[in-house]
């Protein structure tokens, strides 16, 4: 058994979900339904409430705000009251369940050059939202390496999901000839700087089983046929958690109309990029001594300085910033220093949350780290998960705006995107999370450096456009039917007043007497309702003439003259019968 804890690392993969064997058009209540989702997960995933059955627990749950906490936990009914109703149906959390033999499962991580890196694996989570988002997280110790350098690769290479970029000859950039990269090198130097050789989930020290279907090689990236319906392929150290043909990619499903492929699985899609997001504690005194130093205007090493940047930044290789005034600026933008003279020194960046101490640190910190600022990191990486899936379906809803024949079922999924927006911006979305000032201030500072108020602010005037537009068609489709409505009562109306007019007994049998459709009453009716019908045509045709009047009133006039005549026209021809 292990002795030292000398870093521990997350790794947050926050993805799109929805239901396969529904139609890509479904409604967004359909899509993203949870309790389907609970049904087909199947083992080894157990679905876990939130209980408050440790003092751990306690900690880490009175730290947030009560309306916060719906989103954060999957409440057990202990927990809930008439505020958290919704819960259930929000999120679900679940945990992988583990072989019982203690450390045999690590997350293991093999480079280009056979290095290779286990770290033991503390839990994996899976958290669904019914906004049609999911953070997928590996909770990882290492009790083996303690050099700085290894650090740094383990956030960079570990955090790797698929390639960002293939490794192409140079000859056709520099001539503009056809590119003639060979598939078996179109790795290498991607490997080198970016990509691990391999990512598998396994026993320590161990080489990866090639028959195991936790072994992820990226081999099927050399094959342009398995990546022509799009770059993401799940990898094998995640696809591999589940049951078979349960996760499957958006881009593997045909979603032309009438040809949808369905299946009882679920589709899933990265939210970001080929990158996790990172979350990470690591001790040594030499580094944080060195940031003591420079914040106090001393001399520091400037060899330390990099490790930081690369730390916040996760720069496995060379520093991604080469202009010092750029990079100072940045990291001034991404450091926390509260507590950094007490040896505790945190970084913020769009891809990172993490933590240097000193090796004497006290244990509550490196806990807070695994709770507290976990879950803030979580939350925002739901919030912007959420932004951006939304944001998509508004795309998708605006290109239905072009199809007439669609006006229906487009008005029915902006108000479905509205409602979800809604409860976005009410349960998941907020300013502030905690009453704790650290807890402020670095949740403000993940909000700044993720953009997210940016980005809220962009779909919340994308979603009114859409709720103005949604409006507005409706507002016109009763005007519309106030318009027929108001026709129809125009047509009727003289029948109307030239009955009561004339004090017509409609029921006595003198007036209905007469053979067939002869019988004064018909007649007379016949006269009235083709009166009707010629004056409200004929006023509207005269009255649509261009005359050239400016004046409303005249044609008003106009049109009071054309009624007036046709009524009286109408009570001659009733009296002239007999």
């Excluded at 000859?171 to 179109?186: M, N, Y």
């Excluded at 580094?287 to 930081?308: F, T, Y």
């Excluded at 045509?537 to 009624?563: C, E, G, P, W």
Aim: negative net charge; glycine residues 6%.
């Amino acid at each position: 058994m292990e002795n030292s804890l000398y870093s521990y690392h997350v790794f947050l993969f926050p993805f799109k979900w929805q239901h396969q064997e529904l139609d890509p058009e479904a409604d967004l209540d359909a899509k993203f339904n949870l309790s389907d989702f609970r049904k087909k997960i199947g083992a080894p995933w157990i679905r876990k409430e939130y209980k408050l059955d440790s003092f751990e627990r306690f900690n880490e749950f009175d730290y947030f705000y009560g309306h916060v906490r719906e989103i954060l936990y999957d409440l057990d009914i202990d927990l809930s009251d008439e505020s958290t109703q919704g819960n259930k149906e929000l999120i679900n959390h679940f945990e992988y369940q583990l072989p019982e033999e203690e450390c045999e499962l690590h997350y293991c991580i093999q480079l280009s050059d056979e290095t290779r890196f286990f770290l033991r694996i503390d839990s994996i989570l899976l958290n669904i939202y019914s906004t049609g988002t999911a953070i997928l997280s590996f909770h990882l110790r290492n009790f083996t390496y303690r050099d700085p350098g290894d650090i740094l690769k383990i956030n960079q290479f570990g955090r790797r999901l698929y390639p960002p970029f293939y490794d192409l000859e140079s000859g056709s950039a520099i001539f503009g000839t056809k590119d003639r990269t060979k598939s078996e090198s179109a790795l290498n130097k991607t490997k080198a700087y970016e990509l691990p050789d391999k990512i598998w989930l396994g026993a320590k020290g161990t080489s990866p089983n090639p028959n195991s279907l936790l072994v992820e090689d990226f081999s099927g990236y050399l094959t342009i046929e398995t990546i022509k319906n799009g770059p993401f392929r799940i990898p094998a150290f995640v696809k591999g958690l589940f049951e078979k043909d349960f996760l499957k990619e958006y881009s593997s499903v045909n979603k032309s109309r009438g040809n949808t492929i369905k299946g009882k699985g679920i589709l899933i899609h990265p939210i970001l990029d080929s990158r996790m997001f990172v979350v990470s504690w690591f001790a040594d005194d030499t580094l944080i001594n060195a940031l003591i130093a420079a914040n106090k205007g001393e001399k520091s090493v400037k060899k330390l300085e990099e490790w930081w940047y690369k730390y916040v930044f996760v720069d496995g290789g060379s520093m991604t910033c080469q202009d010092q005034e750029m990079r100072e600026q940045l990291l001034k933008t991404a450091t926390y220093n509260r507590w950094i003279d007490w040896g505790t020194v945190f970084g913020i960046s769009r891809y990172s949350l993490v933590m240097l101490t000193s090796t004497g640190v006290d244990s509550f910190l490196i806990r807070h780290l695994q709770t507290m600022y976990y879950k803030m990191a979580e939350l925002c990486q739901v919030q912007r998960a959420t932004i951006l899936n939304y944001a998509d379906e508004v795309t998708h809803v605006s290109h239905l705006l072009l199809e007439k024949k669609q006006r229906q079922r487009t008005l029915e999924k902006i108000a479905t995107l509205y409602k979800k927006y809604l409860v976005f911006i009410n349960k998941i979305y907020f300013k502030e999370v905690t009453a704790q000032e650290q807890g402020i201030e670095m949740y403000d500072l993940l909000q700044q450096q993720m953009r997210i108020p940016e980005d809220v602010f962009s779909l919340d005037k994308q979603i009114e456009e859409l709720h103005n537009y949604s409006s507005f068609e409706k507002n016109e489709h009763n005007n519309d039917l106030l318009t027929k409505i108001t026709i129809i009562g125009a047509i009727f109306l003289p029948l109307g007043f030239v009955a009561s007019l004339m004090d017509w007994q409609v029921l006595e049998d003198d007036f209905l007497s007469g053979p067939g459709i002869l019988a004064p009453f018909w007649m007379r009716i016949g006269v009235v309702i083709f009166i009707s019908v010629a004056m409200v045509l004929l006023m509207d045709a005269v009255t649509s003439f261009k005359f050239n009047i400016k004046n409303h009133r005249y044609r008003m006039l106009l049109r009071v003259l054309f009624y007036a005549v046709f009524f009286g026209l109408g009570i001659y021809l009733i009296l002239s019968f007999k």
